[in-house]
């Protein structure tokens, strides 16, 4: 097929441009009148040459922008401030795409504003770019779109990702005095182990005494770090792809994310932060008078955790079922107390999108606590581990020496 640049004029006489493909012109001009606008002018996207197509293939290599969270979350913000302005959603992301100053970001508005032209919905536009919108992301647009309330979704995403950011930078701060004392602590047991234990081992030699079993043990590790680094650093990649591959397959997912909920230390921030998706998105999908059973096809897509989405799928059918939410949510056996008294009141209240809200604000604030006291959580671990190894490293050198010591002196 072949592209085609076309302009038209919509029911209102607005003029619409953009880029289609299709074997000729007069696909291009039922397509367009199929939509609602009168083709004005379609003509061939003109071709360059391979020479030119080449060098603006490197020019946009070299000047390309990344396109970064803080840009979607701005392009979430404009989007709701447009959208609740009553502006038309092509206008809207004309208007974001002539006032960006990321190259990336305006050919990206430019590829949706093409596929919104060619009849798609915006959340199918967004899937086209995966490596920008999360799926959670898209599946709030949809929840929007089939709602009528794409405005207050832009906005309830906007906070999301503000909430998100604000918790990634806490964790950063919390893990950075950590996270350099286990690189420290891995640095010094490499430099010991390389240098430092061969040395001790070749005067021991020279001693023909028997060792102690610590220090014999450190003498053995260290030669076999000498001799196998290379297969060390293959077995390290080997696990760390390994892992990828597994959580990448269905079922490892599904193990993996089961298993992220009894974690030490992270497991209970990852488990409220998901119970906080699940009953942040079940607030927006009752508030918009979506039916149960859809807004529970919604809830499971937003979830970002296979266990819990099939524990969300097992309630949709219960609910199929003739039971009540409660009583699906009782049967899940993966919420809490709380969260289960709030669904039983607001069952019975009628204000469940309201409780729901309140689950989740108040399971923020305590992933925001969670994480803030997280470095606090991990320093008592570390500065036992510090020990240990200091203890297993100074018994195992100088052991040997007070050994020969007492016995000169003897």
């Not at 003029?15 to 009148?33: F, P, Q, Y």
């Not at 794409?150 to 919390?174: C, H, P, Q, S």
């Not at 669904?343 to 809200?357: F, R, S």
Request: no cysteine; aromatic share 10%.
């Amino acid at each position: 097929m072949q592209e085609f640049t076309y302009k038209g004029r919509n029911v209102r006489g607005e003029l619409k441009t953009g880029i289609m493909e299709g074997d000729h012109a007069g696909v291009i001009a039922d397509h367009l009148l199929g939509i609602g606008i009168t083709p004005v002018e379609i003509t061939p996207l003109v071709e360059t040459n391979p020479l030119s197509r080449q060098s603006d293939w490197l020019q946009r290599v070299f000047t390309a922008q990344p396109i970064t969270p803080m840009d979607v979350m701005l392009f979430s913000r404009q989007m709701n401030t447009l959208l609740k302005a009553g502006v038309p959603i092509l206008r809207a992301l004309t208007g974001l795409q002539e006032s960006t100053k990321n190259n990336t970001l305006a050919d990206l508005l430019q590829d949706l504003r093409v596929s919104l032209n060619s009849g798609r919905e915006l959340s199918a536009a967004l899937r086209r770019h995966p490596k920008v919108f999360s799926t959670f992301y898209i599946s709030m647009v949809q929840v929007g779109e089939m709602t009528g309330m794409l405005d207050v979704t832009f906005d309830r995403l906007y906070a999301y990702l503000d909430f998100e950011r604000d918790m990634k930078e806490r964790i950063t701060t919390a893990m950075r005095y950590p996270m350099f004392v286990v690189i420290a602590m891995g640095i010094a047991i490499v430099i010991i182990n390389l240098f430092v234990i061969p040395v001790f081992a070749r005067v021991y030699e020279g001693f023909h005494a028997d060792l102690p079993v610590i220090t014999k043990m450190l003498i053995g590790f260290s030669a076999f770090m000498l001799n196998y680094w290379i297969l060390m650093l293959v077995m390290l990649a080997a696990l760390v792809f390994g892992f990828r591959f597994y959580i990448g397959t269905i079922g490892g997912r599904y193990q993996w994310d089961k298993r992220k909920f009894r974690l030490p230390i992270v497991g209970a921030i990852i488990f409220k932060a998901t119970l906080s998706r699940f009953a942040r998105s079940m607030a927006l999908t009752f508030q918009s008078g979506m039916p149960v059973l859809q807004g529970m096809d919604v809830v499971g897509m937003v979830v970002d955790n296979a266990f819990m989405r099939q524990r969300i799928d097992k309630m949709r059918e219960g609910l199929e079922r003739g039971e009540s939410i409660l009583h699906t949510a009782v049967e899940a056996n993966v919420f809490t107390p709380m969260v289960l008294q709030m669904i039983a009141v607001g069952e019975e209240t009628g204000d469940l999108d309201g409780l729901m809200a309140e689950v989740a604000d108040m399971y923020e604030q305590e992933v925001k606590y969670e994480v803030s006291t997280l470095s606090a959580k991990i320093e008592p671990i570390l500065i036992v581990s510090l020990g240990a190894l200091v203890l297993v490293l100074a018994l195992g050198v100088f052991l040997p020496m007070w050994d020969l010591g007492k016995a000169a002196m003897h």
